[in-house]
């Protein structure tokens, strides 16, 4: 069955860095396009990231362009996100995830995994 494991996270300063991994199987990874998608808490499913089967082509949220880059291991079956420059608003639980839909502000995905939280705080 799909599995996905997020882990990295962690209590960070403002300004500060995470890099996030998320181990994947169950699935064929190297012809996934893959996600990362957040949750603040009290809030919906937000839109982070995205990036094709290959690598080669990359979308960012516009909240975080520019501070984020995702990227991916398709030997290992292991999507990544680095996360600089980091805000108290990035605060969130962070998935990984797979068959998403992205409109607007709405985002819906089949697939996730457990999370791993990410807490932006001085």
């Known amino acids: 069955q799909v599995q996905l494991v997020e882990s990295g996270g962690g209590l960070v300063q403002p300004g500060g860095s995470l890099r996030l991994s998320c181990a994947a199987s169950g699935f064929p990874f190297s012809i996934s396009r893959m996600y990362w998608v957040r949750q603040a808490a009290g809030k919906g499913l937000e839109y982070v990231s995205q990036i094709s089967s290959g690598g080669g082509s990359t979308y960012y949220a516009d909240s975080v362009k520019g501070r984020f880059t995702i990227s991916r291991d398709n030997a290992n079956s292991t999507l990544y996100l680095q996360m600089n420059s980091l805000k108290p608003e990035d605060t969130a639980l962070y998935y990984c995830?797979?068959?998403?839909?992205?409109?607007?502000?709405?985002?819906?995905?089949?697939?996730w995994g457990q999370g791993t939280q990410v807490t932006v705080s001085s």
């Open positions: 995830a797979r068959e998403c839909s992205i409109r607007g502000q709405l985002t819906h995905c089949n697939y």
